[in-house]
């Protein structure tokens, strides 16, 4: 009875001495939850439909709420660096060991008033917005749901902050210590993350950067992790966002069993010094010195010209001396401490010097590395140059860009080519002056072990290898969204090309049949199709709050008739017959002999000509790709980059005119273009 005592007159004692925080976090509360709700609904009742003042309600009260987050990011900070501020104080350290309590009744009714400042203002302010909401007639179940599930999500990772800034204060002596202690703890994660994918990517040409490849250690840092949870929540719980919440949860346990040992054995004269505890001191200079004196070689490497080696060893070098020096000259307070304990220093270069040879000298043969064959389950693909322009949209995974896309949604299980090509990137590295007609070929190996490699290759184009990979089923299932979608998720349907767009008033099955039709079609489409004709027609997919759109081909026979017996007439193309005028400009550089001869014959560098006969505009329009597509498959296709071409067209009866880009395919230039603009074979 008597602990329990003293552990509540304790905690109200100590809420007396932190009435600030209190009131700091009723007041940002009360303004962000119950005021902004009834200025939303007054704001918005008369002029904007019901369905939105939902919507901007739910998004100000969810998980995902930009400002609860803040709100809660900024109150662990205050609480993580108030709530034990006494231990920086010789005098109010002696003070507070002098009460008759045990440590950890002290421990416990400090950190549990640090959550208390913030749950008990986040909950009362929370049922004032529920009464605002019903008084209005707003209130509802769902939002219920809402509100209450971003309430134990925001608790959670509030704690988790809060306790990793709690340990910082103990392992600290010094309150402006502490906060350099606290900006680490958050910064460290993503700080060696950063650093370590900008070495992989500068040293190792075949290195992939994955987005998603190192989510399972964002607990390094609490606000990665924080905002990855809230992300994954969809108003249900997922397996993702169980697994996030459950790491946090067991993190957070851990994390307060550290902090109550580390209260229980930090020394009272500590207080005053820069770290409390000796035994961390070389620990935690090494853990910064390392990724400090990585981190500025690297930045030294990538602001030079030509990404000197010299000045990545100068950028080390220098990082290495100050950072070091800096935190002795800290951890002392005495400027003459800076270069102490020399094993500390030959200890931590060595470590650099390995570090730094491992990724210079590629020790392990990381861009050597080939799975072996065998070992190989499936291979996935994703190539540049090729259907650049395709919209990757997915229900599911829309936030995915198209590489990501296509290597976690394709499985080739006959990899012949596919691995060949490999071999031979790696047989045969590219010279610099091939790297112009390259492309870059991402792969993912799912080997049997159920391990995954990636890696990224830049090969010389071979359209033999390409087309017989495009050409496979399993390729064409991962590389087009489109064998993914629901027709239900498809709201509308448009078709257009340059002279005409018309949409579809489909129903579902209208949608169905198109999709099927249409993805019958796409598996039998080649590469030559692709690189010999050019779209007729897009077909334009519109969802809730995306949109993607398909070419159609000369070959799409079935989808050309299906949009016809539809309305849109995909074979209305441009031609000669509605071709207005066509201009060529000729922006090659030329050597001196060149530019000499021209001043001689009066001609200009960057001439450009129009064209009207009607004959020379069809030999010039057989011979042009349209700039976009040449751009979205450099791939395989080749076309003159350095000559341009624009025609003008008419779009309708009433003379409309209309504009597009061109470009000459590779050999195609007809010869009187070639005299009239001066064009030089490239």
Same mark, same amino acid.
């Given at each position: 009875?008597?602990?329990?005592?003293?552990?509540?007159?304790?905690?109200?004692?100590?809420?007396?001495?932190?009435?600030?925080?209190?009131?700091?976090?009723?007041?940002?509360?009360?303004?962000?939850?119950?005021?902004?709700?009834?200025?939303?609904?007054?704001?918005?009742?008369?002029?904007?439909?019901?369905?939105?003042?939902?919507?901007?309600?739910?998004?100000?009260?969810?998980?995902?709420?930009?400002?609860?987050?803040?709100?809660?990011?900024?109150?662990?900070?205050?609480?993580?660096?108030?709530?034990?501020?006494?231990?920086?104080?010789?005098?109010?350290?002696?003070?507070?060991?002098?009460?008759?309590?045990?440590?950890?009744?002290?421990?416990?009714?400090?950190?549990?008033?640090?959550?208390?400042?913030?749950?008990?203002?986040?909950?009362?302010?929370?049922?004032?917005?529920?009464?605002?909401?019903?008084?209005?007639?707003?209130?509802?179940?769902?939002?219920?749901?809402?509100?209450?599930?971003?309430?134990?999500?925001?608790?959670?990772?509030?704690?988790?902050?809060?306790?990793?800034?709690?340990?910082?204060?103990?392992?600290?002596?010094?309150?402006i210590i502490n906060c350099f202690g606290a900006a680490v703890f958050i910064l460290y994660g993503p700080m060696v993350k950063l650093i370590k994918e900008m070495y992989f990517s500068d040293f190792f040409k075949t290195y992939y950067a994955r987005n998603d490849f190192e989510s399972k250690y964002l607990f390094l840092s609490p606000l990665g992790s924080y905002v990855?949870?809230?992300?994954?929540?969809?108003?249900?719980?997922?397996?993702?966002?169980?697994?996030?919440?459950?790491?946090?949860?067991?993190?957070?346990?851990?994390?307060?069993?550290?902090?109550?040992?580390?209260?229980? *054995?930090?020394?009272?004269?500590?207080?005053?010094?820069?770290?409390?505890?000796?035994?961390?001191?070389?620990?935690?200079?090494?853990?910064?010195?390392?990724?400090?004196?990585?981190?500025?070689?690297?930045?030294?490497?990538?602001?030079?010209?030509?990404?000197?080696?010299?000045?990545?060893?100068?950028?080390?070098?220098?990082?290495?001396?100050?950072?070091?020096?800096?935190? *002795?000259?800290?951890?002392?307070?005495?400027?003459?401490?800076?270069?102490?304990?020399? $094993?500390?220093?030959?200890?931590?270069?060595?470590?650099?010097?390995?570090?730094?040879?491992?990724?210079?000298?590629?020790?392990?043969?990381?861009?050597?590395?080939?799975?072996?064959?065998?070992?190989? *389950?499936?291979?996935?693909?994703?190539?540049?140059?090729?259907?650049?322009?395709?919209?990757?949209?997915?229900?599911?995974?829309?936030?995915?860009?198209?590489?990501?896309?296509?290597?976690?949604?394709?499985?080739?299980?006959?990899?012949?080519?596919?691995?060949?090509?490999?071999?031979?990137?790696?047989?045969?590295?590219?010279?610099?002056?091939?790297?112009?007609?390259?492309?870059?070929?991402?792969?993912?190996?799912?080997?049997?072990?159920?391990?995954?490699?990636?890696?990224?290759?830049?090969?010389?184009?071979?359209?033999?290898?390409?087309?017989?990979?495009?050409?496979? $089923?399993?390729?064409?299932?991962?590389?087009?969204?489109?064998?993914?979608? $629901?027709?239900?998720?498809?709201?509308?349907?448009?078709?257009?090309?340059?002279? *005409?767009?018309?949409?579809?008033?489909?129903?579902?099955?209208? $949608?169905?049949?198109?999709?099927?039709?249409?993805?019958?079609?796409?598996?039998?489409?080649?590469?030559?199709?692709?690189?010999?004709?050019?779209?007729?027609?897009?077909?334009?997919?519109?969802?809730?709050?995306?949109?993607?759109?398909?070419?159609?081909?000369?070959?799409?026979?079935?989808?050309?008739?299906?949009?016809?017996?539809?309305?849109?007439?995909?074979?209305?193309?441009?031609?000669?017959?509605?071709?207005?005028?066509?201009v060529v400009s000729n922006n090659q550089v030329m050597d001196k002999k060149q530019m000499d001869m021209e001043r001689k014959s009066q001609t200009v560098s960057g001439i450009t000509k129009s064209f009207k006969d009607k004959e020379q505009m069809k030999e010039i329009y057989a011979a042009l790709i349209p700039e976009d597509y040449y751009w979205n498959n450099t791939?395989?296709?080749?076309?003159?980059?350095?000559?341009?071409?624009?025609?003008?067209?008419?779009?309708?009866?009433?003379?409309?005119?209309?504009?597009?880009?061109f470009l000459f395919k590779k050999d195609q230039i007809p010869e009187f273009v070639k005299t009239a603009l001066s064009i030089k074979e490239e």
């Amino acid at each position: 009875m008597t602990s329990r005592n003293l552990f509540s007159k304790f905690l109200k004692e100590d809420l007396k001495r932190r009435i600030w925080a209190i009131a700091l976090a009723f007041l940002v509360l009360f303004l962000f939850l119950p005021v902004a709700c009834a200025i939303m609904i007054g704001n918005y009742r008369d002029v904007i439909s019901r369905t939105y003042i939902i919507n901007s309600l739910t998004n100000l009260l969810e998980s995902q709420s930009v400002l609860l987050i803040m709100i809660t990011i900024a109150g662990a900070v205050i609480c993580g660096l108030s709530s034990f501020f006494y231990l920086h104080s010789k005098k109010k350290v002696d003070l507070y060991h002098s009460i008759p309590i045990k440590r950890e009744t002290m421990f416990a009714a400090c950190y549990l008033n640090g959550i208390l400042i913030y749950i008990v203002p986040y909950i009362f302010n929370l049922l004032l917005c529920f009464i605002v909401l019903q008084i209005n007639g707003f209130m509802s179940s769902s939002i219920l749901a809402i509100a209450l599930s971003a309430l134990v999500v925001n608790l959670l990772y509030y704690c988790l902050i809060y306790t990793l800034l709690v340990i910082a204060a103990m392992l600290t002596g010094n309150f402006i210590i502490n906060c350099f202690g606290a900006a680490v703890f958050i910064l460290y994660g993503p700080m060696v993350k950063l650093i370590k994918e900008m070495y992989f990517s500068d040293f190792f040409k075949t290195y992939y950067a994955r987005n998603d490849f190192e989510s399972k250690y964002l607990f390094l840092s609490p606000l990665g992790s924080y905002v990855e949870a809230v992300q994954k929540i969809n108003k249900v719980l997922n397996k993702d966002v169980f697994f996030n919440i459950t790491s946090a949860v067991i993190v957070i346990v851990l994390m307060i069993g550290f902090a109550l040992f580390l209260y229980k *054995e930090r020394p009272s004269e500590a207080a005053g010094k820069a770290m409390a505890f000796s035994i961390s001191k070389p620990i935690i200079k090494f853990l910064l010195v390392i990724p400090i004196t990585m981190g500025g070689g690297i930045i030294f490497r990538e602001i030079s010209y030509n990404r000197a080696d010299g000045w990545w060893l100068f950028g080390m070098i220098f990082s290495f001396l100050l950072s070091y020096a800096l935190i *002795e000259i800290i951890y002392n307070f005495d400027i003459r401490c800076a270069f102490h304990n020399k $094993k500390h220093i030959l200890f931590s270069a060595i470590a650099v010097v390995l570090i730094a040879g491992f990724f210079r000298f590629d020790v392990l043969r990381y861009d050597s590395y080939i799975p072996d064959k065998a070992k190989i *389950e499936s291979m996935s693909v994703a190539i540049t140059g090729v259907d650049d322009d395709m919209d990757y949209y997915s229900a599911d995974i829309r936030n995915y860009s198209n590489v990501s896309y296509q290597l976690k949604n394709m499985k080739l299980t006959d990899f012949d080519v596919t691995y060949q090509l490999v071999k031979q990137g790696l047989e045969k590295p590219l010279k610099e002056t091939e790297k112009r007609q390259s492309y870059t070929y991402y792969v993912k190996y799912n080997l049997k072990s159920k391990r995954t490699v990636y890696r990224t290759y830049v090969l010389k184009g071979n359209y033999d290898s390409l087309k017989n990979i495009f050409a496979r $089923k399993e390729y064409k299932e991962g590389h087009y969204p489109i064998n993914q979608w $629901k027709v239900q998720d498809i709201q509308t349907i448009s078709c257009d090309n340059v002279l *005409e767009y018309k949409k579809f008033n489909f129903s579902n099955e209208d $949608k169905q049949q198109l999709l099927d039709i249409y993805k019958e079609e796409l598996f039998t489409l080649s590469l030559d199709d692709l690189r010999d004709t050019i779209p007729l027609a897009r077909i334009i997919f519109e969802f809730k709050d995306d949109r993607a759109q398909y070419n159609v081909y000369p070959s799409c026979i079935k989808t050309i008739d299906f949009l016809k017996k539809h309305g849109f007439n995909a074979d209305a193309v441009m031609d000669v017959t509605n071709i207005d005028e066509i201009v060529v400009s000729n922006n090659q550089v030329m050597d001196k002999k060149q530019m000499d001869m021209e001043r001689k014959s009066q001609t200009v560098s960057g001439i450009t000509k129009s064209f009207k006969d009607k004959e020379q505009m069809k030999e010039i329009y057989a011979a042009l790709i349209p700039e976009d597509y040449y751009w979205n498959n450099t791939g395989f296709i080749e076309a003159y980059e350095s000559v341009n071409v624009i025609v003008t067209f008419i779009q309708d009866e009433y003379g409309n005119k209309g504009q597009e880009s061109f470009l000459f395919k590779k050999d195609q230039i007809p010869e009187f273009v070639k005299t009239a603009l001066s064009i030089k074979e490239e």
